[in-house]
């Protein structure tokens, strides 16, 4: 009966999955943070070209009388970018800038 268990034991090891590869995971996560980045992006490009048409149909509408509108949707389109690309990743430019 050993000899059957230890035929067993080695069919079921020639069949296991291979070892994690720790350089494939950490692609991985590079890549995902990418992708995050770029889809990031991508809303801050669109956030700030909807706040530049908005700019140009105040200053068609109000004329060079918009200055204060103007000031004001320029400063939440880059507090909006701001929040958008550079606060979700300052965790990680601190983090390495602490061990560098």
Known sequence: MD????????A????????????FRLD???R????AFRARLLWATALFLGLALALSVCHALFGSD?????????????AALFGLVV????PSILARLRFR
């Open 66 to 78: 918009a200055l204060e509108i103007t000031v004001i949707l320029v400063c939440g389109a880059g």
């Open 32 to 35: 995902r943070e990418e992708r």
């Open 87 to 90: 606060i979700p990743v300052m």
């Open 28 to 30: 991985y996560l590079r």
């Open 12 to 23: 079921l090891d020639s069949r296991s999955p291979p070892e994690r590869d720790p350089l």
């Open 3 to 10: 000899d059957f268990d230890a035929r067993i034991a080695a």
